[in-house]
């Protein structure tokens, strides 16, 4: 039952269970990559399978979102697995029926596919360079 001062956004929130989930798998959509047929196939795939397993709705389960770009724009549909971040190309239904279940049940990356990896965090990320603070803060800061 909602409380009677939750707000619109803290309602949306709770019933997308947003801070409930163990992994987010991020698709690009837009066409650049693939051909945009080929990209909405596999979201819809990938959506579908996600309730079929009710890995959308299962506590530490799996969030999706579909963007419209990447930025790697080659061999898509690309897709990538936070907090992995394992990025993986060519993701056909196919494909991402074995993301779902070697990375998304089991943990392990689908090497065949996976292309990049930065973790977050990223213990082997450089830290940041010391832009000083009226720079980091920006315009009107
Ligand atoms: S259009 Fe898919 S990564 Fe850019």
Redesign the pocket.
Known sequence: MARMSETKIEATSRALRLGQYSRHIFL?V?????PVEQ?KESWTFLKRRLRQLKLDSALGGVYRSQV???????E???AVVYPDGTWYRRCTPEVLERIIQEHLLEGRAVEEYAFARNPLPNPDAPPLPDLGRDEAAGPGE
């Open positions: 690009c837009r066409g650049d990559c693939a990209s419209e770009c990447l930025r790697v724009c080659l898509g549909p690309i």
